[in-house]
């Protein structure tokens, strides 16, 4: 299995290799509903070994993510992208593409583990390697359509806020409207 470098963001470097390629007809789109289990790991500050920080198959569950919705790493967010359902990849996730602001996950859900993976962050390069396994992924049946792999000119982002817009007020005064007289 070769590494596959991925340039992405401000500083890219990030490395991925598949230990299994996914199936389905496409990979995630921004928006979509990912359901993803995963190992997460730091490197010892001698770089000579992974110590496991989280794992959702040691909790025996699940974690779900809101493709591209800024709740999770950015390492993590662009590894999905281009996995299938099913697919396992292990990514290393350099600094600039990892915990660079507070309250991203995957978190380990106690405080505890919380606690030992920012001294393990901190102690070490920064490098936060995690295996991910894609479990499921549908469409996000309440999408606003903010979500795209397209980037909208200025002009079609100025329409879709104003169709927003529009929407918004047709309800509000819809909602506001006296009854009709029985």
């Known amino acids: 299995m070769a590494f596959v470098t991925f340039v992405a963001g401000v500083g890219g470097g990030l490395r991925y290799f598949d230990f299994r390629v996914g199936s389905g007809d496409r990979a995630p789109a921004w928006g979509d509903l990912l359901t993803v289990s995963y190992v997460l790991y730091t490197v010892s500050p001698s770089g000579d070994r992974l110590d496991v920080a989280d794992s959702t ?12 919705n800024g709740q999770t790493i950015l390492g993590v967010e662009e590894a999905l992208h281009g996995m299938r359902v099913g ?69 079609e982002l100025e329409a879709i806020w104003e ?20």
Not at 114 to 123: I, P, T, V
């Open 57 to 68: 198959y040691a909790r025996n569950q699940k974690m779900l993510i809101h493709h591209g």
């Open 163 to 182: 169709e927003a817009r529009a929407e918004t007020a047709a309800a509000r005064a819809k909602a506001e409207a006296p009854p009709p007289p029985s």
């Open 87 to 155: 697919g396992r990849r292990r990514v290393v996730i350099p600094p600039a593409l990892g915990y660079t602001n507070a309250g991203l996950g995957p978190v380990p859900p106690q405080t505890m583990k919380r606690r030992a993976l920012n001294k393990a962050l901190n102690e070490g390069n920064g490098l936060v390697v995690i295996d991910l396994e894609l479990v499921s992924m549908r469409p996000d049946p309440d999408d606003t359509g903010l979500y795209t792999d397209l980037t909208p000119t200025p002009a």
